[in-house]
């Protein structure tokens, strides 16, 4: 029930959106590309989620992509993340679960923890016609050193992150946060490590790689 209120949400605020400040706030969008390092072990919570919802992970390798961040591309990123935060109650893996055991699933109950937020904004873009190969779950480590889980969106202007405990969306290096693995952008199922910030890449080197959204 939760992912139909969520979805009514990012559609009733991308179709009420009004205002000219969306193509001049993408264009001023700019981040760096986060450098990823080698094959690293998959979560176990991804793991448990694929083996509960394996129609989610049992999908083909692809050619990383990335997305051309447009005004219409922010706008949908902006509402789907604030409409996913403001429909989910937080409630820690514990309290929710009553394991310790990390548990990722959809909010099918209207709660849930960060895991739960970042992978209903992964599947909301995923129902925009966003590509897979461009939504990244990501693994950190926030302020306080507590692990914590985020949503990696690839766009040709750099990596930008949708987080629960933060409405803006802020460019990856630009979050305070130590960022530890995210899955690959070819395969879901394989895990990256991650590197400290990279230049920002060349519009020639990311033409082959950009999926543009009309």
């Known amino acids: 029930m939760l992912v139909a209120v969520a979805r009514t949400f990012a559609l009733l605020a991308l179709l009420t959106y009004v205002g000219g400040a969306g193509a001049a706030q993408a264009a001023e969008m700019h981040a760096s ?3 990823v390092g080698d094959v690293t072990a998959m979560p176990y919570g ?8 394996p129609e989610e992970c049992r999908v083909e390798a692809l050619m990383p992509a990335d ?4 005004a219409k591309v922010m706008r949908v990123m ?13 409630v820690s ?11 990722w699933d959809y909010p099918t109950d209207g709660k849930g923890d960060c895991k739960i937020y970042a992978l209903e904004k992964r599947k909301l873009l995923l129902d925009q016609g966003f590509p897979r190969q461009a939504l990244l779950m990501t693994i950190v480590r926030d302020l306080d050193g507590n692990g914590h889980t985020i949503l990696t969106v690839k766009t040709d ?6 987080d629960n405990m933060v409405e803006e969306i802020r460019a990856w290096d630009a ?3 130590r960022f530890v693995k995210r899955q690959s952008q070819s395969d879901p199922n394989v895990w990256v490590s991650i590197g400290p910030s990279s230049a920002p890449r060349t519009t020639a080197e990311v033409a082959g790689r950009t999926r543009n959204l009309n």
């Open 33 to 35: 590309f986060a450098t």
């Open 93 to 103: 893996n514990m309290d929710h679960w009553g394991t310790m055991l990390d548990h």
């Open 67 to 70: 997305v051309a961040l447009t």
């Open 175 to 177: 979050t305070g946060y």
């Open 46 to 53: 991804w793991a448990d989620f694929c083996g509960r919802r």
């Open 157 to 162: 202007k750099g990596d930008f992150i949708l």
């Open 78 to 90: 902006r509402h789907i993340n604030s409409a996913v935060n403001a429909a989910i109650e937080p």
